[in-house]
């Protein structure tokens, strides 16, 4: 935008608009009724204020209007003091900027406010004004200083309700940000047991069926393929709950896990060739859904990981009763370095984050515990 149309645009906002009445109200009381020089005087002290006047409202900032402001007040409190009143309003309107500005230092203020008063009130003493009338000029000058101060105040006061509005909206975008990292880890946790437990077990059963026909099993071999039949059904059917929980996670059904949910994830560990030992009481009755699916997935993580890393090892499976908590613990023998399977990887860190997430003091821990993987879990009852 050239100068020119910005000088426009400034003449058509309405506080310009009221600072050039003023200026032009100003310079009609500034004509002498008869010339001498203290007329002379005054009328050239109104016509260098009031050009500094116009420059500070027309110009919108810069050296020159800071200039323009320090410039106006002074010259225009001698023209008051030594006769013409109305230049008292040049005065109150640089004072009312210059203090309003919350750029200004208070050295720059407070020297403007004290050079105004002390030459109103030396150049109305020199005139022989009356107490009455410097008391009036003072008051002008006390009016503009109070009124800077109140709108430096209330500038402020705004600039801290946007910087609260932004630091507020920020705030919710980063809430929006961290609960849809907290639903795609939520996504991704579910897809990790898709993968793992349907299809890492469909994976074993297809190598099983393999080894069965080489050696003329067929009947085992079919047996095992009904098995594979059926863990490709349930793996499909989890894929198509994880897929629309992703779409829309407000019409997902909730998930549900039955009381016997521990003894039917040893029952699909064992139909899949592995060895379980299982001690205490499995039900998971007292758990509300979210501990529930925290301690079946971390006995479902630990059965998958013993059988890629421990294939045909036996694992045993502890619960038991601490007061108000429920513990899980699994233990199989270290094997050697797992073989690549569908979803490897991410069980582990998940199984710490379903945990995490419960908020309660509810904890999981798995690694190595000499010859022996331990994953432990602790679930407190709500």
Do not use: K
Not at 64 to 85: I, Y
Not at 216 to 228: D, F, I, L, N, P
Not at 311 to 324: D, F, K, T
């Amino acid at each position: 935008m050239t100068a020119r149309g910005r000088l426009r645009d400034r003449i058509r906002t309405p506080l310009v608009q009221l600072n050039v009445v003023g200026i032009v109200l100003v310079a009609v009381a500034l004509v002498p009724a008869h010339l001498d020089p203290r007329s002379v005087v005054v009328t050239a002290l109104g016509v260098v204020a009031l050009a500094c006047w116009a420059t500070w409202v027309l110009t919108g900032s810069g050296r020159p209007r800071t200039v323009a402001l320090l410039v106006c007040g002074p010259v225009a409190a001698v023209g008051a003091g030594l006769g013409s009143p109305s230049l008292i309003a040049p005065v109150i309107a640089s004072l009312i900027v210059l203090i309003s500005d919350g750029t200004r230092s208070a050295t720059m203020i407070v020297g403007s406010v004290a050079a105004d008063t002390a030459l109103t009130a030396v150049s109305a003493a020199a005139h022989g004004f009356s107490f009455a009338g410097l008391l009036s000029l003072l008051a002008g000058v006390a009016f503009g200083t109070l009124g800077g101060y109140s709108r430096r105040q209330r500038n402020a006061a705004e600039a801290q309700r946007q910087a609260l509005f932004a630091s507020t909206l920020a705030a919710e975008r980063e809430a929006e940000r961290a609960a849809l990292l907290e639903a795609r880890s939520a996504a991704a946790r579910d897809v990790h047991d898709v993968l793992a437990h349907s299809l890492g077990g469909l994976v074993i059963q297809l190598d099983a069926i393999e080894a069965l026909l080489e050696r003329g099993h067929v009947e085992e071999a079919t047996v095992r393929a009904s098995e594979a039949r059926r863990l490709a059904g349930e793996g499909l059917s989890e894929a198509r709950s994880a897929v629309a929980a992703l779409r829309d996670p407000s019409a997902a059904a909730p998930v549900t896990v039955p009381d016997h949910a521990l003894e039917t994830l040893l029952t699909a560990h064992r139909s899949l060739g592995g060895t379980v030992h299982a001690e205490g009481d499995r039900t998971l009755g007292g758990l509300d859904a979210g501990h529930r699916e925290a301690v079946a997935g971390a006995l479902r993580e630990a059965l998958v990981n013993a059988r890629r890393h421990a294939p045909g090892q036996p694992v045993l499976v502890r619960c038991s009763r601490e007061g108000h908590a429920m513990v899980l613990r699994v233990e199989n023998p270290i094997g050697t370095p797992p073989r690549a399977t569908p979803g490897g990887g991410h069980g582990l860190t998940g199984m710490r984050e379903r945990f995490a997430a419960l908020g309660d003091g509810s904890t999981v821990h798995a690694g190595a515990d000499g010859d022996r993987f331990v994953v432990e879990a602790r679930a407190v009852s709500p």
